[in-house]
């Protein structure tokens, strides 16, 4: 909501439709799948995230902790071939549980998206 405010107004019109229009019309099979890359053209907020950081140390060293402990965790993981993505077709189905996909499982075709 901040940025709403410390923004030029066109900046932050433009990354409310950059993010509201994936969040609005989603593809049935998929839901959010594409987000996280619909989201890298909304750079005002990444200007937002920035801004934030510069004022408060302490944040800025746990955003920095969190997101390097989470890249260490997922890059082990993913070099491990243990985890890539969320079956999300589950969902789709009504299934209630939402299993980890395997790389293994994707090359050797014993998995299904």
Known sequence: MVSFFALPPGLSFYALVVV?????TP????LLMS???FLLGAF???LMLGYLLSH???????WLLLSTGTGVVLTTLFTTWRWVAWKL???SRGDSEIRPCRSADLLLGSGSL
């Open 35 to 37: 987000l996280p890359r």
């Open 56 to 62: 408060s140390r302490p944040d800025l060293v746990l």
């Open 44 to 46: 005002p907020i990444f």
């Open 27 to 30: 593809a049935p099979s998929f």
């Open 89 to 91: 077709s589950a969902i």
């Open 20 to 24: 509201l229009l994936p969040v609005l």
